[in-house]
């Protein structure tokens, strides 16, 4: 919707507020050119980008409340008077109210997830109650474990994750019918062949329990997949019930009925859940994958609007505010998701032989990671803008300031809200193309031989609006309408409908915004150059200002040229698709160089470059952080101290200690009494790699085992032991399971519920139908369900407590502390990378422009998400030195969050310059010393950042301050600029500065510029310094001081460069970024002395 047209009164060009009043509210743009992305056609008429956002915001939020007439839900109670009619009417419109609900839930994705899920339960349920069934399944007992299967291998997943489903539960079925089969053999041989049994038993236990089950924890903990750990327990299952709650094993004689029933029932429990999979609502991933695609874009697009939004307003509020938070969260939310959804659509391509477009399916999703990393590198440049207006409205009070700034300034700082309005440069007009127009302070660009007479830092912003305002505002509704328009048609198809002209509109609009960036950087540096008379201070704040411009126009540009790139694959994509044609390379992978798909085949990941191996490759291996990497535990530890070797270890030594019971003749009749082989599943069940894991797990498993053992009496009670009633009741048992579970999302409570219904209800119906069953002591045929319900309860109650136990006990991993070395290792390895020299890398022309590596960024980005889940799970440990402090950890997290998109944003800076001005190329040298000093001190501060979090030791009080260097790099550009300076500015200045005392010193004839440079900091960035203290001013004379001591003694090799302002762009950029850098590096070490304290010089430390 067009915003309506300025009034005739409306002055067609910018002005500035005059003097003591107000400024207004109404900040607008004029109209520029802008591209419809649809048509590709110019328009000058009034838009926003903000609108579409509000009015899809509102459409969204009708849609998720549901809110109607039909199904509102009115009070039937209230305070005023009712009579009866009206009340029975709410009821009766109450009920049908909620029964229309639960339709509609019902009919979801959600709801049909749950009833196919309790759909096969009901069915695998049968093989206990159908006879015919039954006596397929042979007479030994244990039938229920058909359902069991379906409770883990459920069938509420999308048709790619059952077909990794099916290939893992190939695999967990062969492993453990291996295992089964060689312990039985040894057994045997050793038993009854050679005549030891003991020795038999010692041999299984150590080997087929603690190895066999040892490799499955290790197995569980190296792949850190759901998928693996559903696998790990059907092997577990099949093992158990033939190695220790057999006699066959036990007495030395090989018998294969157990080992076939096992292989029957898991055959049926995999097939039925599939079949119901495939048949019934069936999902595919590749769906899920475009919708999920979708709305990643959409979520991009609304934040790209709101920072560009934030940035020509100058309102830091944009970015703070609810609309913006609720687009960063469902990008967040959404984005796990999308890589779930890509996983599993590899399957489903590579299955229907859709390889190729595969390949494109992740080179969309790799496109849309690049925007996400562009849009924190544009938020980055949009805070440093941030930054400086608000540095400039502090200074309001300064006598810096001309009366008629001080004025405009302190009325600014009355209301946060009318801070903007310092940028209100230009109001929109209906001619974007008219020469005449006016610029900030009343000066018209034809009046351009008139030296600008700019004070503060708001009016250069003021400036920059007006000359690219405009421009940068329909770029970026270009940008966002492309994003947000879907790139993929409606459920259920999802075909691919990327317009065809969005490419060559985006095109005509980057084209439309390179153009007006070069003439408003050209323009603006003009500005500059023209007016050397004002104060050396008050140059160096617009030089850094320009800077800052320059800064986020230049990422707008980088994410417009990611765009194209996001657009190209989208075409690719969608010209694959339209052809579809098949392939199965991947089946002969003897054929194919790639060494490592030949270990599985099924999963082709692309590989790593060589230089990147140290960096991505462990980050993509676990999900886990692994904290203290490889390389340093195999400089002093063996291999056996690795987490996933320990975790195997611990685990297959539970398992020994837990089934030997079933082997030594004293506590084997014990063991079989109380039923120990549950016990023994749910210790496979609970043992989780950290502490903090298997807490969350073991209460939820504790509280399921109640419930469903409770559920168990009531049903067979109720029943008493009728089929038919069993069924039912156990399909509203297995309905509320599977709701707990998928709908609510608390897999482990409703998985142990029917776990423990299954092991007594379905059990003791077996027990019915005169199975073959050594015990009598549950009532054989007339089973006894109190005596049922109460061995199992204790059984599975044991085994969740030895989990705990051997977590706590035998090598305890805690999540706490591994979460305190992998924010270490995340902190140190940005030191790392920082150290490289982000502009250094720009003088080397054999190798890349840009400091980062490819997929650097991504990985970074991963890991620190992967370390958010592991804070998560440190909630939930209980030490006695305290409860884990959340809040702090979760600022922690925040702030390297914003480290990373710091050094995304300085990234971009780099790595797009086709090459260097002369001018640049001699900044670099000139202050290559102090730049690689500025990265050594930053990668000093970072590790002992990392050292103190690894450590748990506090901070001293003299960390060293990142922005001495910095001062020293500022020092060093104003020397740098003082030899460069033409002379006829040379000549004012020094007339400006024979109006002040004379200063004999080179720090006195620097001094001016010590307030200067004070002013391009960040406020107190220093760890525990203010910068605008008189130490901090001395610091900078002092170093100031120095430089020209140096430059005296040294001929400068560089004299003959003629520099323009634009030069200086890059190093001021560098400076904003190390501000950035600074502060935030400030804010982690507030947190840190928060956590462990602070040392000072009194401290007493020997005791």
Not at 66 to 92: C, H
Not at 174 to 193: K, P
Not at 836 to 854: E, N, Q, T, V
Not at 1007 to 1030: D, E, H, I
């Amino acid at each position: 919707m067009s915003s309506p047209s300025p009034s005739n009164n409306t002055p067609p060009y910018p002005q500035g507020p005059p003097a003591g009043r107000r400024a207004s509210k109404r900040s607008k743009l004029r109209v520029g050119t802008f591209i419809e992305p649809s048509t590709g056609e110019q328009s000058r008429r009034t838009f926003t980008l903000r609108l579409p956002l509000r009015r899809r915001s509102i459409q969204a939020s009708l849609n998720g409340n549901g809110a109607s007439a039909s199904t509102a839900i009115l009070p039937v109670f209230s305070d005023q008077e009712q009579s009866i009619s009206e009340r029975s009417r709410a009821a009766a419109h109450n009920l049908r109210a909620g029964v229309v609900r639960g339709f509609r839930w019902l009919n979801s994705p959600t709801g049909r997830g749950v009833l196919k899920c309790t759909l096969a339960y009901t069915i695998a349920s049968l093989a206990t109650f159908l006879a015919p069934i039954s006596d397929f399944l042979g007479k030994p007992d244990g039938k229920h474990v058909v359902a069991t299967i379906t409770v883990y291998f459920h069938p509420a997943r999308s048709a790619g994750s059952m077909i990794e489903a099916i290939l893992i539960a190939i695999v967990a079925v062969a492993y453990a019918q291996v295992v089964s089969i060689l312990s039985m053999c040894t057994s045997v041989l050793f038993g009854n062949v050679w005549g030891n049994p003991a020795l038999a038993h010692i041999l299984v236990l150590v080997i087929f329990i603690g190895g066999g089950f040892g490799f499955i924890g290790w197995l569980k903990q190296r792949m850190n997949n759901p998928l693996v750990n559903v696998g790990s327990t059907l092997a577990s299952l099949a093992i158990i019930g033939v190695v220790t709650k057999e006699t066959a094993v036990l007495t030395s004689v090989f018998s294969n009925q157990k080992i076939i029933q096992i292989l029957k029932m898991l055959v049926m429990g995999i097939t039925i859940t599939t079949l119901v999979n495939l048949l019934v609502w069936r999902v595919s991933a590749v769906h899920l994958l475009r919708k999920s695609m979708t709305q990643t874009s959409a979520a991009l697009g609304d934040m790209l609007a709101m920072i560009t939004h934030g940035f020509l307003s100058g309102a830091e509020d944009e970015l703070l505010s609810r609309e913006f938070n609720a687009a960063s969260a469902a990008y967040k939310s959404v984005y796990p998701q999308l890589t779930k959804n890509l996983r599993e659509a590899k399957f489903e391509r590579y299955f229907l032989g859709q390889e190729k477009i595969y390949q494109l399916d992740r080179a969309v999703v790799k496109s849309m990671e690049t925007l996400a990393q562009s849009i924190g590198g544009l938020r980055s440049a949009a805070n440093t803008q941030f930054a400086l207006l608000k540095e400039s409205f502090e200074q309001a009070d300064q006598p810096l300031l001309s009366p008629r700034m001080q004025r405009t300034a302190s009325t600014i700082l009355k209301s946060g809200k009318d801070r903007s309005s310092v940028l209100q440069a230009i109001r929109e007009a209906s001619d974007e193309g008219d020469d005449d127009r006016v610029l900030p302070g009343n000066r018209r660009r034809s009046d351009v031989s008139i030296a600008p007479s700019f004070r503060n830092s708001g009016e250069i912003f003021e400036l920059f609006i007006a000359l690219l305002g405009p421009s940068m505002k329909s770029l970026a509704y270009t940008l966002s309408e492309v994003l947000r328009d879907p790139p993929f048609g409606s459920a259920p198809k999802y075909e691919i409908l990327i317009n065809d002209q969005f490419r060559q509109s985006l095109t005509d609009a980057l084209g439309l915004f390179n153009d007006a960036r070069a003439r408003a950087l050209h323009e603006l540096y003009k500005y500059l150059e023209m007016d050397r008379t004002r104060s050396e201070q008050i140059q160096a704040d617009f030089e850094e200002v320009a800077a800052a411009c320059g800064h986020f126009s230049f990422s707008l540009q980088s994410f417009a040229e990611e765009m194209q790139k996001y657009l190209d694959v989208l075409d690719d994509l969608k010209h694959e698709s339209q052809f579809k044609r098949r392939s199965w390379h991947w089946l002969v992978w003897w054929r194919s160089k790639d060494h490592h798909s030949r270990f599985f085949p099924a999963l082709p990941y692309n590989q790593v470059p060589e230089e990147q191996e140290g960096l991505i490759k462990p980050i993509k291996k676990t999900a886990i952080p692994k904290g203290i990497p490889d390389s340093m535990v195999q400089r002093r530890d063996t291999r056996l101290a690795r987490d996933d070797v320990r975790f195997g270890l611990k685990v297959g030594i539970g398992a020994i200690l837990w089934a030997m019971f079933a082997f030594i003749p004293q506590t084997r009749d014990t063991y079989q009494h109380w039923r120990g082989e549950w016990g023994f599943l749910s210790f496979m069940i609970v043992c989780s790699m950290t502490v903090g894991a298997a807490n969350t797990t073991g209460w939820a498993r504790f509280l399921g085992t109640m419930i469903g053992a409770g559920a168990a009496y009531v049903n067979w009670n109720v029943t008493h032991g009728n089929a038919l009633g069993l069924i039912v009741l156990g399909w509203l048992m297995a309905f509320w399971s599977f709701w707990i579970m998928i709908a609510r999302g608390q897999a482990p409570l409703g998985r142990i519920t029917l776990l423990a219904y299954n092991v007594s209800t379905l059990y003791a119906y077996s027990l019915s139908q005169k199975v073959d069953d050594d015990d009598d002591d549950e009532g054989g045929s007339h089973p006894i369900i109190g005596e049922i319900v109460r061995h199992r309860f204790i059984a599975v109650t044991a085994g969740i407590l030895w989990g705990l136990i051997v977590c706590r006990v035998i090598w305890p991993i805690s999540a706490r502390k591994k979460f305190h070395q992998g924010l270490s290792m995340l902190y140190l390895q940005m030191g790392l990378i920082w150290k490289r020299g982000p502009l250094a890398i720009l003088l080397r022309s054999d190798c890349s422009r840009s400091y980062l590596k490819s997929g650097e960024m991504t990985a970074l980005k991963k890991y620190a998400a992967r370390l958010d889940a592991l804070r998560a799970s440190a909630v939930s440990e209980f030490q006695l030195r305290g409860p884990f402090p959340a809040a702090q950890a979760s600022r922690l997290m925040q702030c390297a969050s914003r480290l990373l998109d710091a050094f995304y944003a300085m990234s971009l800076v780099t790595q797009r310059r086709g090459h260097l001005t002369e001018g640049e190329r001699a900044l670099l040298l000139y202050t290559a010393e102090e730049r690689k000093a500025l990265c050594d001190r930053i990668c000093h501060v970072f590790q002992v950042l990392a050292s103190s979090l690894m450590l748990e030791y506090p901070l001293t009080d003299a960390i060293p301050s990142v922005l001495g260097q910095r001062d020293k790099l500022l020092a060093k550009i104003f020397l740098f600029r003082k030899e460069h300076m033409p002379s006829r500015t040379l000549q004012n200045l020094n007339t400006d500065r024979d109006r002040a005392p004379e200063s004999p010193t080179a720090a006195g004839r620097a001094n001016s510029y010590v307030t200067a440079a004070s002013s391009l900091s960040f406020g107190p960035t220093s760890f525990g310094q203010n910068t605008g203290n008189g130490s901090w001013n001395n610091s900078l004379r002092g170093s100031i001081d120095e430089s020209l001591e140096a430059s005296s003694v040294h001929m400068n090799p560089l004299a003959h460069v003629t520099l323009e302002e634009r030069d200086y762009a890059l190093l001021y950029a560098y400076a904003l970024v190390t501000g950035q850098v600074a502060e935030e590096l400030s804010e982690v070490a507030k947190e840190i002395e928060g956590l462990f304290g602070v040392l000072d010089k009194e401290s007493i430390l020997l005791q």
